[in-house]
């Protein structure tokens, strides 16, 4: 996809942000020369046989203690041990 | 002088942490043209150093690092006390709670003296990107100190603190220890909670420790570590500890040097090869190494990052956090918080992040990158098998003068080309200072096995001798 100005506007209202008139030029060249300096990306090879996954393995397979382990002095339970909500009281 | 040391006479009463406390105090003040430091914290430093002194008059254990005065750089919550990333975006912002790593380190009695300025939200290479004005470099005023850890790179540079904690996505602990002259470790992935900092890109972001010495980073790495029920990639299994107490030996040692990293060409060439051949006549084997997977390191940083950034500073929306621009309108008010909020450094990698998760894009950029991300790793996890550490230039050039690459960000972004595939696959990585190139000093890049912090902090020690 080549980066214009109009490219430039549209990423910038996914980001929530806005270029000003007078640079929307400058940032579209910058845009531009920094995606071009990916390109290697499409070099690399055998890439098929690799499933995603960006967060680096750990090499204990042991979990995080589950929620409801949380230190909590608020926290009431039942007998199943899921969280009990406190019942809302009637709006007047 | 060293933090051990430091702890050790204040333990012993030797020295009362009150004394201690007010020296880095008044240094970090003499030295304030550095713009290390975005914030002093006088008056609670002393009153914990006062805490200390009084639990050691008690004979009550004061903690492995009684007295030890630390600065945190400005990502790094600390309840009741600024909170900025050195964005005037969080201007005025105050932090409701502390980092598990900072509790930890303060309940083995080390002692905040400030803030550190840093590159803003963690994005920049130079130490130039802060919303509350540069850093410069100790060694050379006129140089930067690198990034975004550059005001923790100063201030241990500089003697003001032995210890400081950076944070490093892919080189801002490292980096700005190598362009300093001091010691710079990014744990293994996991290793530090992350809980309480201020989140980058959230599978990259480390706390890590800046020292003068390898025996003070491991000690303050070990205190921070271990697992945390409010990060939940905070690692279970504990980490080794190096041997600090006998030194070690470089003899039998397998060092794989990856062709891809040393070229000739570079300046810092000369200088750490002469580290290495050093190594190698204390008994060391220099292995060659070819990993092309490393060719892809930089631009699949520069997506991944850049991406989980995108995302994580959506957050920052001028309403729920961070300073207002009312406008009409909700959408308005979002868009002008935002605009007016950001640096320029930021905004251009959220662009650059928010591009490559757009539709269409995404799968040739973002999935790509990720599967390349897998494929060095497993390159670098094979090389484990013929080597046991990793060697290579921790930037490809000594500090640069400031404002010399600020309007060129390809050419700032390739100051971290080493950096970054550590960062990618998790494991460990250490700068320990390694010579000078042009009066500036340089930094060796050690990188372990994953979840091996003792074989780079030892080999750390074999280098430095401290």
Same mark, same amino acid.
């Given at each position: 996809m080549a980066i214009d100005s109009h490219t430039v506007r549209r990423i910038a209202a996914l980001a929530r942000l806005d270029i000003p008139d007078e640079t929307v030029g400058h940032r579209a060249n910058e845009m531009a020369t920094l995606v071009a300096s990916l390109d290697t990306l499409g070099e690399v090879k055998d890439l098929d046989t690799i499933s995603p996954n960006p967060v680096p393995r750990r090499l204990d397979e042991e979990r995080a203690p589950p929620l409801g382990s949380f230190p909590d002095p608020n926290r009431v339970v039942d007998t199943s041990g899921a969280l009990v909500v406190p019942p809302m009281k009637k709006p007047r | 002088m060293d933090a051990l040391v430091t702890a050790g006479a204040v333990r012993m009463g030797s020295r009362r942490a009150l004394d201690v406390v007010n020296g880095a105090l008044r240094r970090a003040e003499a030295m304030a043209d550095l713009g290390a430091f975005i914030h002093l914290m006088p008056e609670h430093a002393r009153k914990r150093a006062l805490e200390v002194d009084a639990l050691v008059a008690a004979n009550r254990n004061p903690g492995r690092l009684a007295g030890v005065p630390i600065a945190i750089k400005d990502n790094i919550a600390h309840a009741g006390h600024p909170l900025t990333a050195a964005s005037r975006f969080l201007d005025g912002n105050t932090a409701t709670y502390t980092a598990t790593a900072l509790r930890r380190l303060e309940a083995q009695g080390a002692i905040v003296i400030g803030r550190t300025n840093m590159d803003e939200f963690g994005m920049g290479s130079s130490g130039e990107y802060s919303s509350w004005g540069a850093t410069r470099n100790p060694a050379n005023p006129e140089r930067v100190p690198g990034g975004s850890s550059s005001g923790s790179a100063a201030a241990v540079a500089a003697g003001i603190v032995p210890i400081a904690l950076g944070s490093d996505t892919g080189g801002s602990t490292r980096q700005p220890a190598s362009f300093c002259g001091v010691v710079g470790l990014k744990p293994t992935?996991? #290793?530090? %909670? #992350?809980?309480?900092l201020i989140a980058f890109a959230s599978s990259l972001d480390q706390i890590g420790p800046l020292t003068r010495s390898i025996r003070d980073a491991a000690v303050a790495t070990a205190v921070m570590a271990g697992t945390d029920p @409010?990060? /939940?990639? %905070? @690692?279970q299994a504990p980490m080794n500890m190096p041997n600090i107490a006998t030194p070690p030996s470089a003899k039998g040692i397998r060092i794989g040097m990856p062709r891809q990293t040393? /070229? +000739? +060409?570079?300046?810092?060439h000369a200088p750490l090869t002469e580290c290495l051949r050093n190594l190698e006549s204390r008994g060391a084997v220099l292995v060659p190494l070819d990993l092309p997977? @490393?060719?892809?390191a930089l631009p699949v940083y520069c997506v991944v990052s850049s991406a989980e950034a995108a995302s994580n500073l959506a957050r920052f929306d001028g309403i729920r956090i961070g300073v207002c621009q009312t406008r009409d309108t909700v959408s308005e008010t979002v868009i002008a918080s935002r605009t007016e909020g950001f640096g320029p450094e930021v905004q251009r990698r959220l662009l650059l992040g928010t591009y490559a998760l757009s539709e269409g894009l995404s799968a040739q950029l973002y999935r790509r990158a990720n599967a390349a991300r897998i494929a060095l790793r497993n390159a670098i996890d094979r090389a484990f098998s013929s080597v046991d550490v990793i060697v290579t230039p921790t930037a490809p050039c000594a500090a640069f003068p400031m404002g010399s690459r600020i309007d060129d960000p390809l050419t700032m972004y390739q100051t971290d080309i080493f950096t970054v595939p550590p960062s990618l696959t998790g494991h460990p990585a250490l700068s320990v200072p390694a010579g000078t190139l042009d009066g500036m000093p340089i930094g060796l890049q050690l990188i372990g096995p994953n979840e091996d912090e003792a074989s780079i902090l030892n080999l750390g020690m074999v280098i430095t001798g401290r």
């Open positions: - | 992935y996991g #290793r530090i %909670s #992350r809980h309480g @409010l990060d /939940s990639t %905070s @690692l040393w /070229s +000739e +060409e570079m300046p810092v997977a @490393l060719d892809t």
